[in-house]
């Protein structure tokens, strides 16, 4: 089943564009402009998340929430907020939001807090595909066995953790089967990603801010470290981490105490901190960019992510897992071909799972979500790859399957949109395929 995104806004541009963001990507999305309008449309649809903004004319987001919360308590709801309404997004998570996003926000950022979201409804794990480990790591490689192994070990302990890895690798998902497999899953798991957020407002999220502390400041806002008392506090890219935070991040390891912006006044906290990074932590203490005491102290207990080529037993599982999962989500039902599956398997994956998962969902919409997907439907840098590798057949004459198929099928939709006065809707029912396809094909082929 698709699950429906009811997104709430009264600005149309940003209706707009998060709308086709989750359009693109599988969901059914509602928009409305209030709340008033958001009510109709929760009363009349089956909604399954809703995605809404703190300040709307009339009745406000924290309202909607209210509305939700008392109607719909199994639908999760993500609150969009400007830096000086954080405090009332703070507020709003504690009294039924799932989460936050700060603007101006990514829509890759958005579909993220949303799977998430989704995935944390109770029943979730029960849909969860069969490909997937029950903890959402996916383990064929003696590799990835190992390092399920290693955090089962340290799950229960106190210690903190160091995750490394390449970009992609998925850091964060071994982060949260740490979390998943520890006394404390059923406690916050809070996920701050330091790279993402700039300095001056990093400190805010983390410590929290005291009323006063600077203009628009008008109540006490908590930070990350207190919203996850008693959870685990998800410190990725920490290497990105300013110099001026790096020793009041070490207090609070130490001392398990936090104070916040504009107060004196210390509140005790027991996080457990997993930190992650891609960057290589000791040649930044050698050159002075990360202190080495911090260093120490995140460094107890390193699990180090390989790169998606150098377990190529993980792949085909992988893209089974994220095939299950879109095809739950579109409605649609498809399988990898044994062409697709080698193709996919040979490639050096420079993004690792992250570009994996990108592919997927892109072969899964070019196929029209039904059959077998074939190799045809992956993208050109996986054929040049292995094609770099075989003998040149240029002075034989012979030319690639795929750039055949692709000269076909370029001039196929240039006639559909010549004979349709560049129509796509009537341009994709003469070529038999969805206007979704179309503009993929459109992107793909290089013919905008």
């Known amino acids: 089943m698709t699950e429906n995104v009811l997104v709430v806004d009264d600005e149309f541009r940003i209706r707009r564009i998060v709308e086709m963001a989750l359009s693109d990507r599988g969901f059914r999305v509602s928009t409305a402009p209030s709340a008033e309008a958001a009510e109709e449309v929760l009363a009349r649809d089956a909604v399954d998340i809703v995605v809404t903004d703190l300040q709307l004319p009339g009745r406000s987001g924290l309202d909607l929430l209210s509305h939700v919360r008392r109607t719909q308590p199994d639908v999760p709801v993500i609150l969009i907020t400007a830096f000086g309404t954080v405090e009332s997004a703070v507020e709003a998570i504690k009294a039924g939001a799932y989460d936050y996003v700060l603007k101006p926000f990514s829509v890759e950022e958005l579909e993220a807090l949303v799977v998430r979201a989704l995935d944390a409804r109770p029943g ?40 490394t890895g390449e970009t992609g690798v998925g850091k964060e998902v071994v982060a949260r089967a740490l979390h998943r497999s520890s006394g404390r899953r059923d406690q916050p798991f809070v996920a701050v990603n330091c790279a993402a957020i700039p300095g001056e407002l990093l400190e805010a999220e983390l410590f929290g801010v005291s009323k006063g502390a600077y203009t628009g400041a008008v109540k006490d806002r908590p930070g990350k470290l207190e919203i996850a008392h008693e959870g685990t506090l998800f410190l990725d890219e920490i290497g990105d981490m300013p110099a001026a935070l790096q020793p009041k991040l070490l207090r609070v390891l130490q001392g398990g105490t936090v104070e916040r912006l504009g107060s004196n006044a210390t509140r005790r906290v027991d996080v457990r901190v997993v930190a992650a990074t891609h960057r290589d932590l000791a040649s930044l203490v050698r050159d002075g960019r990360f202190r080495e005491d911090l260093f120490y102290r995140i460094n107890v207990f390193p699990i180090d992510i390989p790169p998606l080529r150098e377990r190529p037993e993980d792949v085909e599982a992988l893209a089974v897992a994220a095939l299950a999962r879109l095809t739950e989500r579109m ?118």
Not at 142 to 148: E, F, N, P, W, Y
Not at 339 to 355: C, D, K, M, T
Not at 371 to 381: N, T, W
Request: no cysteine; hydrophobic share 50%.
């Open 124 to 163: 979730a794990r029960e849909m969860q595909p069969p490909a997937a480990a029950e903890d959402g790591v996916v383990a064929r490689s003696s590799a990835m066995k190992k390092i399920l192994a290693m955090v089962a070990q340290v799950a229960d302990a106190p210690t903190t953790v160091l995750i």
């Open 331 to 448: 409605g649609t039902r498809a399988t990898l071909g044994p062409e697709a599956i080698g193709r996919l398997q040979a490639y050096s994956w420079p993004g690792n799972v992250r570009e994996l998962m990108n592919v997927v969902e892109r072969a899964v919409i070019l196929a029209g979500g039904t059959g077998v997907i074939d190799d045809l439907e992956l993208p050109r840098q996986i054929f040049l790859h292995r094609d770099a590798e075989a003998p040149d057949d240029g002075a034989l004459g012979v030319r690639p399957l795929s750039d055949a198929v692709a000269a076909a099928e370029r001039a196929a939709i240039v006639a559909a949109l010549e004979r349709t006065g560049d129509n796509k809707a009537q341009a994709a029912r003469l070529l038999g395929i969805s206007v979704r396809t179309l503009f993929y094909k459109i992107e793909k082929l290089d013919l905008r």
